[in-house]
């Protein structure tokens, strides 16, 4: 008879469980918010840190205003710019970066850029790949 009970028990408890689970629903919810304010562009993955000067090409900017990065990125579709991952602290770099919301320098004009030395081109979205040249 106790094995009877545990048993009817059991199957009860499994039964509670089986119907509780089985009214669960996932939801996933992401909110990005506002692009950083970053005098030269962001970088194109979490945390989204400001970049500085010379990583970003002058094709990545319009106007002088960035044309985004990451979830913000609002250029062409299946466009690619250059980048000189030298100033990425992904390939090591460890050099000043600016803070989000600073002014960019008069003398850093990031619409031309007459020293840049792109080595990389990769979309809006972190994707490395294009023309390299």
Same mark, same amino acid.
Not at 11 to 18: E, K, N, P, S, V
Not at 86 to 103: A, K, L, Q, V
């Given at each position: 008879?106790?094995?009877?009970?545990?048993?009817?028990?059991?199957?009860?408890?499994?039964?509670?469980?089986?119907?509780?689970?089985?009214?669960?629903?996932?939801?996933?919810?992401?909110?990005?918010?506002?692009?950083?304010?970053?005098?030269?562009?962001?970088?194109?993955?979490?945390?989204?840190?400001?970049?500085?000067? =010379?990583?970003?090409?002058?094709?990545? *900017?319009?106007?002088?205003? *960035?044309?985004?990065?990451?979830?913000?990125?609002?250029?062409?579709?299946?466009?690619? =710019?250059?980048?000189?991952?030298?100033?990425?602290?992904?390939? $090591?770099?460890?050099?000043? *970066?600016?803070?989000?919301?600073?002014?960019?320098?008069?003398?850093?004009?990031?619409?031309?850029?007459?020293? *840049?030395?792109?080595?990389?081109?990769?979309?809006?979205?972190?994707?490395?790949? $294009?023309?390299?040249?």
């Amino acid at each position: 008879m106790k094995r009877i009970n545990l048993l009817v028990l059991t199957a009860l408890c499994g039964l509670c469980l089986a119907l509780t689970a089985a009214g669960a629903q996932a939801q996933i919810s992401v909110t990005v918010g506002a692009p950083p304010v970053c005098p030269y562009g962001y970088y194109d993955y979490p945390p989204y840190a400001c970049a500085p000067y =010379g990583y970003y090409g002058p094709e990545w *900017f319009t106007g002088g205003v *960035f044309i985004g990065a990451g979830p913000w990125y609002h250029g062409p579709a299946h466009f690619y =710019g250059h980048v000189d991952n030298h100033f990425d602290p992904h390939h $090591g770099y460890s050099g000043g *970066f600016p803070n989000r919301g600073e002014h960019p320098k008069p003398e850093n004009h990031v619409d031309r850029m007459p020293n *840049f030395h792109g080595n990389e081109m990769r979309d809006g979205r972190g994707h490395v790949g $294009g023309n390299k040249h």
